[in-house]
């Protein structure tokens, strides 16, 4: 038997050999290949030099591999000296971490945090803006961070080597998916650049990588090399969903795994009910608490970085932004409110803006003066706290007047004198919400300018009778008529500026952080300055904020329906590889990329996907019928290496089509790893039980055509310097714009 | 069925020792092959239910719970006697199909057809144009009771068809009873089948679709001796019918299609497995039995309905402005003559855009108020002799008789017309001139007036007569060849049939537009910028009329295509479908899904008088019909744990029954309410009626199996079969606590007396929002007062119905002329521009009304004081006067202060995140000025504040409009 020789080094059979012993009917599948391995040894001892190539292949071929992969991921990385495409973006965030200044973007921190580590290893300051189209200076070293970047890309070639193997693919088949792979233009020219999609597509093959694994350990649990890959997919997971979020896709693949797994565990009689939780207890472990700590991590050391005030704290709690270097918010205001204290209003919703009214009025409704949350920081966000109208009228010389948990009060707008007002008419957007006026002045008003001050939680204290800058969240509750003041996520239309639009809710929900407000500034000559900004904001309350304003953004990232975007494409174009995009200008002086697939790839794995379902139902419709052909091996070896592909095809494919964000050819990348694994089981599938010779010659046609078109494609891959011209004989389709 | 691909797919374990299936279900060959199924498809446990052999004693329960729930539904029909909620629509659709006037709605027709034909029969002439909630009927005599009748005659329907569905699932007679019994009093069915609303014939044709389809399913449990029987054919041709009748109703009906759909997909999946009975012919003829009568006989009737509805709406009306131009021409004077087919030098053309319905290029004298303050150039959807443009060549024509030399050309924009017409070709540069106004079309860089994009530019009319023009004017012809019709279209301009975009040669933007209405001062038309990198659609453009006085009268003609039936039927489906998603405006009394199955919220249909009506469930029968779904999934979660586990229950004829008949149902529930889930736009609480209908169904089936079925419940608790005396007082006992909670609640579904006390009492939830203090404090207070006429309607409207792209049609169809008075308004001097708005509306002077119909003829006063005579006519002004520049000062001024005041925006652009906000860039130089607040000037505000109180809110208000939402900009 195999099992007594081979290593654990994670290259060999050994999951399969083991696989043997297990007298299970359900998975007892052994791939030919270890037998195969066997038989060969014995036959081929007249040829000694190619039975060492045959033997030692598991460790020749990856080499190979892996030099070209280097080879074509870094040859003439650094021609193009420009900024090009998103470089403008991912360059520009690695400066802020350089910089150490605090940004707001929606995708999470390691991937632009290890751009950063490539440019401060480059040597880089964080000096330049990166600009699209700019000329890098003399001193940034981008092509240091240019080839940090592609060695991720580079690494996907050996762990697709590697996937292929464990999946139970034949050796000519092992060699096909890895050279597609290798020689895809796509994943060649996104990985050349500072971008984060080499890394995600590392992190996304690893974690297939491992899952496949783990898988293969399945009939030795608990074993170290168990754990070992367990752990593995569960850090990788961590990792490929802290680059971006479509990470959680290919977590998906594996949480469907392990559902089904567990299912199947469940349905096991035999097995002890202990042993059935451990391996509950085990995958919760590998598969949730280490990546959530692995995706922590990166924010922890996110806001450890970015401890200076920049351009993204607006997005952030006041008593974050207190606590980064440089900022104004809270310093030397007074720490509690007293009538009379003129004031900033933070809503505390993820990215809530501050409480904002100017003369424009509202076009319908009431049509008085509007209110709206807005992120600017202007003189029109500061506002008065005024005694209510029972009350004497407000007088600058008499003793201070602090204000305190259900204090009744009134909120003067300080550029425009009135009051913040709500009444009984429908909201412009929300129609089932009060609207929120200003109203009147000093002097004329109502019993609707009045609101009680709810305070809900002081992160300094537990006094609630008075109002703290910064640290007191506080609600507004409308006295007449019950309601809430309550900034959503809703932008008034162009009248009000696309500001937030601002209600009052009828529903009391006090968890509502929508309806939390804070003091952000404060200003008041009768009170001492002093710092509130002292008390530091918990993580876990900026980590979650943060995460929602994230996920608030995104689903803004809306495109303009007017407008013609060359570089945006339908998911439906992806597949069919119907278009191409165009990195960077295209002057005759620039050097040009155009991100294009290789047809064969692209055009090839989108039909086995088509071919594959047909093979489904043809075997399920088959089977119904009462046609006894496929064993439970092949099942097996159908059911991983077959549809799990798919699916992982599917989770990465699908949920696009449903996104009314904006989308580009490279979200398409991830996907097609997959639809390449399936088109390799296909061809394993019916080409198994060949004849080598046949096999080979099948293969080699193959293995010419992808090779051949990428050659033919390398230029776009490589940089295309001079007229554009050069290049016509590639422009295949009028939507493959290489040359004007 | 269910059961027994379930079981099916638990056959590796089925041969496992612990087992003993009642029938073994599938064979393996070897322990190394799967098993693969072996059996029977005749399920276990039916029997015959066709309820075509009822008996005479069931009928006779039928027809008594009918004219119980006659007398419950048409209690009081005639109240209130004045418009009800989304009645707003549904009856003024009834009025437009009398008139034959073309309207779009996002629903198919065959319910408000209905509605229509019940008008109509009771003498409905379609006078009224049921415009608000509260607005009266009795006054204009409208037949209001006979149109409510048709949706209570469905509502009544529902309850024998309950009934039925219950007896033909195999339910007792008196479990059937009681659900019918539970259909008669719940609230919301009651409310909403009282009143012209779409609601309730949908929930009897969805009704009908599921009692035809357990009937059929019932049939084809039977097994191969039932197959094919006429019984099989009629049940499965009924659920072809009604499924096309429900989806001829609303585009819900879709979810009762996939009901059945994915059924019918597990009975042919069945069949497959059952190689003992069914071969390969008997097979394709099951799957093409099910292809004919539930595809091709819904699409036939779906489609049969919109050919009625085209056959009934063959008048221009206000559902024009969202069809395309071929679909309109099809509308009796719509249509319009034959065209010259080629455009030439010269030619006074009108220029209509290709991707949205906003109309034709049109410039009038009024001026922009921002930007360059030039002439407005706008799109116009009625024809109108501002919209007629002539084109010029680049350069004028040289006239050789004249001067032989060639040195003198001919000027002016006539100077075409005396020579032998040029064709304009692909590429032409040319010239628009608009001959009204003496100006051209013209852009330059100055940003639009409302969409403030920095890759658009404003498109101006500029020039006087006599003025050259400048480089400005010139735009180059490029024809989409794509797009355009015929090998001669795609090389010259030809009427019609050539698509192009016009690109402004000076720099290089294309002459664009969009659904984005200017303000007041543009009168709500459409925007027409000028744009670099537009989208292709929205940048395309085609000449709709020609004329050139050269050209002869037997010059080759062209007109619209005409688009056919299936044309028409293809293009309203798609207009409806974007216009159905674009729905997405909040409305103060919609809800979301979460909200439908507890009952959290209901919707104010109308309150008058002190009358209320509130659409809110029988919350008992609400409550407990979603408590039995959720008992059948906790059931279901449980048997798959257990079948999981090797758990036996599936040979139990009981059990499987249980998961089966009850699955059905619950699935029919879910997929009547999960979808909505998906939905961006405007839901409400009568979306769950179908949902609600097949939940009480579940709950009665539970019922029936628990009182009837079970002999024990696991073994433990004995049941009650043998004992049918407990389940008939359990269940007239809580038939009985239905009725009671009916009556509580009964005030708010007639509009009855009702008092505040009484009202508050049954306000179980906080979110009932219906308002007590709308009551009086006891019932004779009732009797001293005389309901008020419809005088009163205007407080309890909302401007909802209004605005939308609808042209001006009269409202009274004697005159079908709509009178345009015109004003206009003499030179305002530079100054007076400069002193804004407040400044003219002092200066405004009054000098000149000019009457035009809605075809912008100009009236003379003749024609308008015999109209006015005829009476009937209504006048509506259409354009208000604002300044008016003297152009001859150039606009170089007005630009260097355009650019000052973008540059000053330009400095807040920078570091904001959101829109600029002008008035914050004035303000902030002040921001540590004052310590205490300015004192405002507040009578303006005072003023808005007490004309608000007059309208409290809360008050019922219809469905958003389709046509409002075209209004709306990019939304």
Known sequence: ?740 | MAPKSNSSKASPKSSAPNGTPAKKTTVQSTPKKPPYPSYDYTSTGVRDTNILNLSSNDWQIVGAITIIALFVRLFRIYQPSSVVFDEVHFGGFASKYIKGKFFMDVHPPLAKMLITLAGWLAGFDGDFDFKDIGKDYMEPGVPYVAMRLLPAICGVLAVPTMFLTLKASGCKTFTSAMGAGLVVFENGLVTQSRLILLDSPLVIFTALTALSWVSFTNQHELGPKAAFRPAWWFWLAATGVGLGATASVKWVGLFTIAWVGSLTALQLWVLLGDTRNVTARIWFKHLFARIFCLIVIPIMFYMAMFAIHFLCLVNPGDGDGFMSSEFQSTLNSKGMADVPADVAFGSRISLRHHNTQGGYLHSHTHMYPTGSKQQQITLYPHKDENNVWLVENQTQPLDLTVDPTGNTSVPGPMAWDTITPENVLDGSLIRLYHITSDRRLHSHDVRPPVTEAEWQNEVSAYGYQGFEGDANDLFRIEIVKSMSDGKVAKERLRTIQTKFKLVHVMTGCVLFSHKVKLPDWGFEQQEVTCARGGTLPNSVWYVESNQHPQLQEDAEKVNYRDPGFFGKFWELQKVMWTTNAGLVESHAWDSRPPSWPVLRRGINFWGKDNRQIYLIGNPLIWWSSTAAIGLYLVFKALAVLRWQRNCDDYSYDTFKRFDYEVGQTVLGWAFHYFPFFLMQRQLFLHHYFPALFFAIMALCQTWDFVTNRVGSFGGFVPGVKDKPAVGMVGGTVFLAASIVVFGLYAPLAYGNMWTKNECKRVKLLETWDWDCNTFHDNYAQYSLLTPSAGSGAAAQTSPAAQGGPAPPVADDPKADVHVTPQHQQPYISDDAAHAGISGMEDGFVEEKVEYRDEEGNLLDEEQVRALEEEGGISFSTKYETRTRLVDQYGNEVFEEEEEESRAGDAGVAGTSIKGVDPETADARGEADASAVPPNAAVGEDVRKERSLEANAEGTAEPESEVGKETGRDEL
């Open chain 1, 1 to 740: 038997m195999a099992a007594q020789d081979v290593s654990a080094t994670g290259t060999d059979l050994q999951g399969d050999a083991r696989k043997r012993n297990v007298g299970q009917p359900n998975g007892s599948y052994v791939p030919k290949e270890a037998g195969d391995k066997m038989d060969e040894k014995t036959k081929q001892k007249t040829n000694s030099f190619l039975a060492t190539l045959d033997d030692y292949e598991f460790l020749i071929a990856p080499l190979i591999f892996t030099a070209l992969a280097f080879f074509t991921r870094m040859w003439k990385i650094g021609l193009s000296p420009i900024v090009t495409w998103d470089e403008a973006h991912f360059g520009k965030f690695g400066s802020h971490y350089l910089k150490r200044e605090f940004y707001f973007d929606v995708h999470p921190p390691l991937g632009k945090m290890l751009v950063g580590l490539s440019g401060y290893l480059a040597g880089y300051n964080g000096s330049f803006e990166f600009k699209s189209g700019e000329t890098y200076p003399e001193e940034l070293n981008y092509t240091y961070m240019r080839l940090f970047n592609s060695a991720f890309g580079a690494l996907c070639i050996p762990l697709a080597y590697f996937t292929a193997k464990e999946l139970h693919f034949k050796r000519p088949t092992v060699w096909l998916v890895t050279c597609m792979v290798l020689f895809e233009n796509s994943y060649t020219t996104i990985s050349r650049f500072i971008l984060l999609d080499s890394m995600l597509l590392f992190f996304t093959v690893s974690t297939v990588f491992c899952w496949s694994k783990f898988h293969n350990w399945r009939h030795d649990p608990f074993s170290p090399e168990w754990g070992l890959w367990l752990v593995m997919t569960g850090f990788s997971i961590g990792c490929v969903c802290s680059v971006k979020w479509v990470g959680f896709f290919v977590t998906a693949l594996v949480g469907l795994y392990t559902i089904e797994d567990l299912w199947n565990k469940f349905g096991d009689l035999k097995m002890p009910k202990v042993e059935l939780a451990a391996h509950v207890g085990f995958r919760a472990f590998g598969f949730i608490v280490i990546p959530l700590i692995v995706y922590t991590a990166s924010f922890w050391v996110h806001f450890m970085i970015l401890e200076n005030s920049g351009p993204g704290d607006a997005q952030m709690s006041s008593l974050f932004q207190a606590n980064l270097r440089g900022t104004e918010v809270g310093k030397d205001s007074p720490l509690e409110i007293a009538l009379g204290s003129r004031a900033t209003l933070k809503n505390m919703g993820y990215g809530g803006g501050l409480l904002h009214s100017h003369v424009q009025t509202y076009p319908e409704g009431s049509q008085q003066q509007q209110i709206t949350c807005y992120h600017h920081k202007d003189a029109n966000n500061d506002w008065f706290f005024y005694p209510n109208r029972h009350q004497p009228e407000f007088d600058a010389e008499a003793p201070l007047q602090f204000i305190g948990n259900g204090d009744t009060i009134r909120l003067i707008h300080a550029q425009t004198g009135r009051n913040l007002h709500s009444h009984q008419v429908a909201a412009p957007v929300s129609k089932a919400d009060h609207e929120v006026s200003c109203y009147g002045n000093t002097t004329v008003g109502d019993t609707k300018d009045h609101w009680q001050v709810e305070v809900v939680s002081d992160a300094a204290s537990n006094d609630y009778s008075k109002v703290r800058t910064l640290t007191t969240a506080f609600r507004l509750k409308h006295v007449d008529l019950n309601c809430y003041l309550r900034a959503g996520n809703v932008n008034l239309p162009q009248w009000g500026f696309k500001q937030i639009e601002t209600t009052c809710v009828k529903e009391n929900k006090p968890r509502d952080p929508y309806t939390h407000w804070n003091v952000e500034s404060h200003w008041n000559e009768r009170l001492p300055a002093s710092d509130p900004g002292s008390y530091k904001s918990p993580f876990f309350r900026d980590f979650v904020h943060l995460n929602v304003a994230m996920m608030t953004s995104n689903n803004a990232l809306v495109p303009d329906p007017d407008k013609q975007d060359d570089l945006a494409s339908k998911p439906w174009q992806w597949p069919l590889l119907h278009v191409g995009l165009r990195m960077c200008g295209w002057d005759d002086h620039i050097v040009k990329y155009f991100l294009l697939g290789n047809p064969a790839v692209y055009w090839g794995t989108t039909f086995s996907l088509v071919f594959f379902v047909g093979m489904l139902a043809w075997y399920a419709i088959r089977w119904q019928r009462g046609y006894d052909e496929l064993t439970w091996g092949q099942v097996d070896h159908f059911h991983y290496s077959g549809i799990y592909p798919v699916m992982g095809w599917a989770l990465h494919y699908l949920p696009f089509v449903a996104m009314a964000r904006v989308t580009y050819v490279h979200h398409y990348y991830p996907a097609l790893y997959f639809a390449i694994l399936c088109s390799g089981f296909i061809l394993d599938w019916y080409t198994r039980s060949l004849h080598k010779g046949v096999q080979w010659g099948i293969f080699s046609v193959f293995y010419a055509v992808v090779i051949g078109l990428f050659w033919l494609f390398r230029a776009i891959c490589f940089g295309m310097e001079g007229s554009n011209q050069q290049w016509k004989h590639l422009k295949w389709f009028d939507t493959w714009r290489i040359a004007d």
